[in-house]
């Protein structure tokens, strides 16, 4: 092989380990729980917890959940400052029958980062809630197999909007 093309090659692999550096680990088993999770820590500059929380909230209510959510189902611990909570419904894919999957998300904020975590999975399929850690039948498991996989797409998509909107937010004062 030529030196440009080994040239071209190492820079492909670094450029797609680079991009899968920030993707959000897969959902896994947490040993503890017994439930789905995933969780991350992702910098954002030198914003304040202030800063962060205040970007967080307005990201959430107003951009991403405006038409499902609104600002009701987030709720901001007051008592233990820089948390957000969330319980949230997205809509699968026409693969896996249109389920809704719910999920608890809580972020924790501090100054220049912040962290999520993802737990307490479940679908809604044909009249039936469960857990996707209680699939037992070939169907249910095949299912979980698909919605496990559309999850974490999700979770990727969320992570990299929620970063690049707190990255470039300045604040409702700034003009």
């Known amino acids: 092989m030529n030196k440009p093309c080994i040239l ?3 820079l492909i692999s670094f450029r ?3 991009q899968t550096a920030n ?3 897969p959902l896994a088993i947490d040993p503890s729980t017994g439930k789905y999770v995933t969780s991350g820590i992702v910098p954002v500059g030198s914003k304040s917890t202030q800063l962060l929380m205040e970007g967080a909230y307005k990201w959430l209510s107003e951009i991403k959940f405006v038409n499902t959510l609104g600002s009701k189902g987030i709720v901001m611990d007051e008592a233990v400052f820089g948390k957000i909570g969330i319980n949230q ?3 699968s894919s026409p693969l896996t029958y249109n389920s809704k999957v719910r999920y608890t ?5 501090k100054d220049g980062r912040f962290r999520y975590r993802f ?3 479940y679908y809604l399929a044909v009249a039936k809630r469960k857990d996707f850690e209680s699939a037992e039948t070939s169907e249910d498991k095949m299912l979980v197999g698909k919605l496990l996989l559309e999850s974490n797409t999700y979770i990727a998509t969320f992570i990299s909007e929620i970063s690049a909107y707190l990255a470039n937010y300045e604040g409702e ?3």
Do not use: G, I
């Not at 998300?105 to 904020?109: G, V």
């Open 23 to 25: 993707l959000p680990a």
């Open 105 to 109: 998300l809580l972020l924790e904020f």
């Open 119 to 121: 737990t307490d999975f």
């Open 16 to 18: 797609v380990s680079a």
């Open 8 to 10: 071209f090659l190492l």
């Open 173 to 175: 004062n700034s003009w």
């Open 89 to 91: 419904y997205y809509m």
